[in-house]
């Protein structure tokens, strides 16, 4: 296996991070685990080969096709991958048969995408609306704003089943959209794997959610580096030009809508964490977007990206170090919030901030103001859905979600600087 690869950045504040004791969701994991192990020793079930030719040559017997595109570099990024999670990852064998699941899924999609796209190519000259896009980092409450403009029927989003099975195994569906079937089953066995996941991240099959499946399928973004330890991946897609996993983004916007035969062209909703990373490439794949900007303290976007990403790797990894998932994700929070002022700084398309709390205290003014930047109406009966989705149980779980910095050897101090913007021309910020 390749050495592990270390980010270079010092333990801030000097903080050692905090002991992890083992809870009864460990413990069940790791007899899971330990009886995996023992099966593939002992022949019952065959050890899942984690390596790029052998994923692609078992999605190849799975869906029948061998085309995958030579775009967007997904083959080096798969390679990368690939060597990130056997030497940097750590993965237990429950992680291991994840990663697997996961990576052969991802590439039997690219195979029928492209199937898809020459069997019928007037899925890519539809036309496309110009999309609102939700721009927060994780734990900025973006999803609670792509919630609420989902309530309006004028628009369109991503639903949960679209994102993580964006193509049906049969070439046209039929009566009974599979992926539907997928997603539910999917869901299911994440909540018995996860007992935590409804209130890290309420959903249901057919709830508008992000269209992270999407960058799947391009072998890039941040559900990968939310669920493993996999710095040199993360450092790769950091650096890459990404513009062509926005054009294939783009590709697969217009094959979700045609799949579902509509007629009118309606404006997406768009909301990944991802995006804030990336925005200089979104504006020039959606050059005629309109972005609605989430605000939320950076000492809350740390510690509470900080336990979601704790939560995924605690499923799939023998060994999670919070102190290191910490100061990842101190980084990941300032890079992002960067790249996110020096791209608002430049573009000139509509833009409106709202802060995090704004909602709580009063979401019609916070809606009215979002409204107002789109030059869209809020109709009273959009305005009585989003009031039904915010007195939704959905909301009370999330509020149980606890979490501080010191859980992951930071402090206060620490962050301090990622909330220290200066204006900057456009009325944008760019961080010193």
Known sequence: MPPTVQPAVPVPGGLSPPRHHASSDDRRLGRISTALERAWQRGWLSRPVLEPDAMISVARKRTGLNVFGDEAGWRERLDCLVHALHGEARLS?????IAYGQLVSALADRARMHALWERHP????QPFAAPIIVLGQMRSGSTRMQRLLACDPRLTHMRFFESWNPLPLKPRMRRVDDRLLRAWVGLRMARWLNPQFDTLHPTGTTQADEEIGLHNISIFGSAFEAQWRIPSFAAACEA???????????????????LRRERTHRPWVLKLPQLTQDLDAVLATFPDARLVCLDRPASALVASSSSLVRNQMQLQSNSVDPGWIGREWLRKVALRQRRTAQARARSEV???DIAFDEIGAD?????????RALDMPLLPDVERRM???LADTD????????????????SHRDVELVDRPRVAPHGATVLP
């Open 363 to 371: 979401w019609r003014a916070a809606m009215t103001r979002v409204y």
């Open 350 to 352: 509509p833009q409106v």
């Open 395 to 410: 909301q009370r779980k999330l509020a149980q979600h606890r979490y501080t910095l010191e859980e992951f050897g930071l």
């Open 240 to 258: 890459m030009d990404t513009r062509p996993i926005y054009a294939e983004f783009r590709r697969l916007l217009q094959t979700v809508a045609w």
């Open 93 to 97: 064998p429950l992680g291991t048969v």
């Open 387 to 389: 009031a039904r989705y």
């Open 122 to 125: 007037e899925i890519l000259s």
